[in-house]
């Protein structure tokens, strides 16, 4: 049967028997960095296309529907064309954190792949503490924003900036409090040990409410730790142009644009591992035979599925709600979420200690 | 390193919005002072699109300027040509036809329904929401369509002349205009599931931008601004033209005068609008569209004033006339300029999102600020 590790393991043998085991490992490296960005091209490509025919969808257009059939060449267009285009930095701008800060955006989004498991047995780095890799390499993204706003030496940057740093830093706790959750049930931090766990059904499933309270409240969160509509205060086109890149142009904007859909992509894929069971098919209790039927879709498209569902509910929340303002933003978190997350905290625990899950 | 430039003494940050900012929906310049977040002073700065269309009018025969005015609110431009036709045909006692009369009031609630629906979506966008815009647009659209047929324009209209108005209408129209209002009467509860049930909707408009009757009576506010803070100033009703006084339709009066009152009055306008055109589909008479009038028309000496509801306010067209075929003097009392003054008011102490929300309900038309 089709699967990735099949391939994984194909290519392992074939360097090991072909080479000594320190160049087989470090062309190991060398290819898996290698499909980490062509991962990325072709995701940055794939959502961005995907956004705007899903926005086409709910404004009753057609979207991109010229360059290639139904349009899918359109964003490869787009791409060359700002490839091409002058990369400009400001006469006021600190040129050297100005022309650093989209790299680090873009480094930090990469760096979150690491622990994801994309199928089977298929992972570049299965970390033991994943989970806890995953919330402080995330954090990081912050820097790069501010760094950006900071720079550019443009009010409206900085205003951006600002409202990107508060916001992302409130909205960590509740995105942590409910990864938590997940964790407390599982007793593991590592990504495959989480995805293990759901072998005889998923945690939404099994996690009684708490579990999708904390699904509710985790979607919420990522929403607006990856800046995005109704909690796209950063760029805010109507209040602040672009917020913290209005000063970016070319490649530059581009990386800021493609790690917005890098990490709307990490942060589905997260949430689809730690609440719908990662590439783990769709399995109930002792049905075996259901089980088995499920197991013959490869582990593959089931991640892929889920992600893909997920980052539709996200671009769905984009097109449909309009904005808040900043303080409301904050009084989200800070009165709403964060205070539901720790009591969603402890009834996790209870039912986790209890045993009541499934 | 970054310089410290832009600030007031006190520290505060001075940033231009404007004059090209996806807010402001046009050339408007607005200077804000800002503590952190919070705006402490609003400044417009106009004069970006000042086309001295009063001055060009003064060289201009009273045929003629009427094609200018529907370049000053582009939105309402049959509103502002019935404002000025209906001037010139006071000053010259012209007995306008009863068909042009009707034409003309289902021509005005038409364009005032469109311009709503475009403020609609457009407001929406300003509030970081881009769906309503389309779907207003697709309503509009068939307005603009039924425009299309008769006038043969579908923005600057130049229709309602002197007299009447320039063509009859299009053999389809009472049809487009029924079938319009069935599209639309269907596609209305869409407006609210979509934006006014919105909670995020509602608590960035509810209680922001309050703007008291007494305050908008002394800023001059006129139109849907000045009837949310419950200010009684429907042209239409007080001073009747045409052939208002006939018709039956509700002054929508609200008294909260916050944003989300000025978004409710502009929504249930557009339902009385259609009140109107429904009154009058059936019913237009037979007979002539346009008074016999002179090829030349003069003014008697004297000074003549006219004013009537357009989709943001009060439209006044004031012509002092020397008895020539062009006028001595024109102004015109736009009602986006009163608005816009209410504006800093409206939004001192409030954050940016607000500026940009409380701008988005004024419905500001920047070309009619600036003529």
Redesign the interface.
């Known amino acids: 049967m089709f699967s990735l590790e099949g391939i994984t393991n194909m290519i392992h043998e074939w360097l090991n028997n072909h080479f000594n085991a320190t160049i087989a490992l470090l062309t190991e490296f060398v290819l898996v960095g290698v499909a980490a960005i062509a991962l990325f091209a072709v995701l940055g490509l794939v959502l961005v296309w995907m956004e705007r025919k899903v ?1 086409a969808v ?4 057609l979207g991109p529907n010229r360059v290639g059939p139904k349009g899918i060449f359109q964003t490869t267009a787009d791409t060359l064309k700002l490839i091409m285009k002058e990369g400009l930095t400001p006469d ?1 701008a ?1 040129k050297f954190l100005f022309n650093l800060a989209p790299y680090i955006v873009m480094i930090v989004a990469m760096l979150i792949l690491a622990p994801i498991a994309f199928a089977k047995n298929f992972q570049i780095w299965d970390i033991n503490i994943g989970v806890l890799y995953l919330s402080a390499v995330s954090s990081l993204s912050v820097i790069g924003i501010l760094m950006a706003g ?1 720079a550019s ?1 443009n ?2 940057s900085l ?1 951006g900036a600002m ?1 990107s740093g508060a916001q992302i830093v409130s909205y960590e706790l509740s995105a942590g409090l409910s990864v938590i959750s997940i964790v407390i049930m599982t007793g593991s931090l590592s990504i495959n040990d989480i995805i293990l766990s759901q072998q005889d059904g998923w945690w939404i499933f099994k996690g009684h409410i708490p579990a999708i309270i904390s699904f509710v409240i985790f979607m919420i969160a990522v929403t607006a730790e990856t800046n995005r ?2 909690f ?2 950063a760029e ?6 672009a917020g913290f890149h209005t000063e970016y142009s070319g490649m530059k904007f581009a990386l800021f644009f493609l790690a917005e859909y890098i990490n709307i992509f990490i942060v589905c894929a997260i949430g689809a591992t730690l609440f719908f069971g990662g590439w783990m098919p769709l399995h109930v209790g002792h049905w075996q035979s259901f089980n088995h039927v499920m197991d013959y879709i490869p582990s593959s498209v089931w991640f892929f599925g889920k992600t893909i569902g997920l980052i539709f509910l996200i671009m769905w929340f984009r ?10 933003l904050l009084n989200l978190e800070w009165k709403y979420l964060l205070p539901i997350s720790m009591l969603n905290l402890i009834l996790m625990t209870i039912v986790a200690i209890m045993g009541w899950h499934f | ?3 410290e430039i ?1 600030t007031t003494a006190e520290g505060d ?1 001075i ?1 231009n919005v404007g004059p090209q ?3 402001t929906h046009g050339v408007l310049h607005l200077v804000l002072t800002l503590s952190g ?1 919070t705006i402490k002073k609003v400044e417009p700065h106009l004069g970006y699109i000042h086309r001295s269309i009063e001055k060009m009018c003064e060289s201009l025969t009273y045929r003629q300027f009427i094609y200018v005015t529907s370049r000053m609110d582009y939105l309402s431009s049959h509103i502002n040509n019935h404002a000025c036709a209906l001037t010139v045909e006071k000053a010259m006692q012209i007995e306008v036809p009863q068909r042009a009369q009707y034409i003309r009031v289902i021509m005005d609630e038409l364009t005032r329904i469109a311009s709503h629906e475009l403020w609609w979506g457009a407001m ?8 309503p ?3 207003a647009f ?1 309503e509009r659209e068939t307005i603009t369509d039924i425009m299309e047929k008769t006038c043969g324009a579908r923005l600057t209209m130049n229709y309602m002349v002197p007299g009447g108005v320039m063509v009859d209408l299009h053999p389809d129209f009472q049809k487009d205009v029924k079938s319009f209002i069935q599209l639309y009467k269907s596609k209305f509860e869409e407006y609210n599931e ?2 006014t049930g ?1 909670i ?2 509602q ?2 408009m509810k209680g922001i931008g309050v703007l008291s009757k007494e305050d908008a009576i002394s800023y001059g506010c006129s139109g849907p601004v000045a009837r949310a803070s419950g200010v009684n100033c429907d042209i239409r009703k007080l001073y009747p033209y045409e052939i208002y006084s006939q018709l039956e339709f509700d002054e929508v009066l609200d008294t909260a005068g916050d944003s989300f009152a000025r978004y409710m009055v502009r929504l249930k306008e557009m339902q009385q609008s259609i009140r109107i055109v429904e009154q009058l589909i059936d019913y237009i008479p037979e007979g002539e569209f346009q008074a016999k009038t002179k090829a030349v028309l003069k003014l008697p000496k004297g000074e003549f004033y006219q004013r009537v509801e357009t989709a943001r306010g009060e439209l006044g067209v004031y012509i002092v006339s020397e008895g020539g075929t062009t006028p001595y003097r024109i102004k015109f009392r736009s009602p986006g300029f009163s608005n816009l003054s209410a504006l800093e008011h409206m939004v001192k102490g409030l ?6 929300a409380a701008m988005g309900t004024l419905d500001l038309v920047i070309p009619d600020i600036d003529r």
């Open positions: 926005a709910m404004q009753i257009r006021g600190d900071w030496n009010k409206y205003l409202r509509a109704p796209d205060l805010a086109e109507s209040e602040l142009t097109w449909t709600f309009p904005r808040l303002r900043i303080d409301q | 390193m970054v310089e832009g940050l940033i900012h996806p807010a977040e929406a966008m300003d509030l970081g929401a881009f769906t815009f389309f779907h697709r979509l934006v919105n995020i909707f608590n960035r954050k940016i999102g607000d500026l940009v």
